[in-house]
C-alpha cells in the first residue's frame, strides 16, 4: 500500500522554528515529485511547497518563500519541511503528498503545527 | 486567499446529479490540467479526477470533469450519502509558479 506519514507538528512560539519530515512507503519514492499541503482546520488547503525527483528544482507558495525550505532524502524515503520564522498565520495541518505541479494521487494523514505565544 | 472560485455549497436528493464549478483564468485551468479532490472532515485529502478528466483506479464513473477555457466542472451522479464531503479543484498557476486550490464546495445529499 501506497503511505506518506508526517510527523515533527508541534505548539512553537511566533518567531519559532520547527522541522517536519514525511515517510514514504509502499512506491518508489525516489522516482517521484513532492509536495507539502497545509491546511487550517475547517478551512481549504493551501499549497505550500514542491520538490523534484531529485530535489534539483523546488517551488514555494509566496507566503513561505524565504521561510521555509523543502528537502528530501531519497535513500531514507523521506521528504522534510525546515520552517522558520512561524507566525500564528502558520497555524495549520500540514499535508504532504504526491506530486508537483499536476496533481496529487497520495496523500498522508497530516501533522498539525500551532504557532501560539 | 484562493485564485480559483468555487461556489460554498450545493445540495440534492440522493440518486439526483450535482454539478460544482470551479472559475479561474488563462494563467491556471486556461493553460494547465485541473484536478479534483475529496475530503471528508478530519481525514486526508483524496484524488478524484486529474488531467481535467481522467478518473484513478477505483474512483467510479459517477464521478466525471471537464473544463472549458478558465473554468472547470465535477459531476456527480446518482448521489449516495458516502458523498457527502468537501471537494477541492486545483491547477498550476503559471504567473504565480505555484499551485492553487479552489475555495472548496460542501455536498450535501
Known amino acids: 500500500e501506497e503511505q506518506l506519514v508526517e510527523s515533527g507538528g508541534n505548539m512553537i512560539r511566533p518567531g519559532g522554528s520547527l522541522r517536519l519530515s514525511c515517510e514514504a512507503s509502499g512506491f518508489s519514492f525516489n522516482n517521484y515529485a513532492m509536495s507539502w499541503v497545509r491546511q487550517v482546520p475547517g478551512k481549504g488547503l493551501e499549497w505550500v511547497s514542491a520538490i523534484t525527483w531529485n530535489g534539483g528544482n523546488t517551488a514555494y507558495a509566496a507566503s513561505v518563500k524565504g521561510r521555509f525550505t523543502i528537502s528530501r532524502d531519497n535513500a531514507k524515503n523521506s521528504l522534510y519541511l525546515q520552517m522558520n520564522s512561524l507566525s500564528a498565520e502558520d497555524t495549520a495541518f500540514y499535508h504532504c503528498?504526491?506530486?508537483?505541479?499536476?496533481?496529487?494521487?497520495?496523500w498522508g494523514q497530516g501533522t498539525m503545527v500551532t504557532v501560539s505565544s | 486567499q484562493s485564485v480559483l472560485t468555487q461556489p460554498p455549497s450545493v445540495s440534492a436528493a440522493p440518486g439526483q446529479k450535482v454539478t460544482i464549478s470551479c472559475s479561474g483564468s488563462s494563467s491556471n485551468i486556461g493553460s494547465n490540467y485541473v484536478s479534483w479532490y475529496v475530503q471528508v472532515p478530519r481525514t486526508a485529502p483524496k484524488l478524484l479526477i486529474y488531467?481535467?478528466?481522467k478518473r484513478p483506479s477505483g474512483i467510479p464513473d459517477r464521478f466525471s470533469g471537464s473544463k472549458s477555457g478558465p473554468s472547470a466542472t465535477l459531476g456527480i451522479t446518482g448521489l449516495q450519502t458516502g458523498d457527502e464531503a468537501d471537494y477541492f479543484c486545483?491547477?498550476?498557476?503559471?504567473?504565480?509558479?505555484?499551485?492553487?486550490f479552489g475555495t472548496g464546495t460542501k455536498v450535501t445529499v
Open positions: 486545483g491547477a498550476w498557476d503559471d504567473s504565480l509558479s505555484a499551485y492553487v
Open positions: 488531467d481535467n478528466d
Open positions: 503528498a504526491r506530486g508537483f505541479d499536476s496533481f496529487f494521487d497520495v
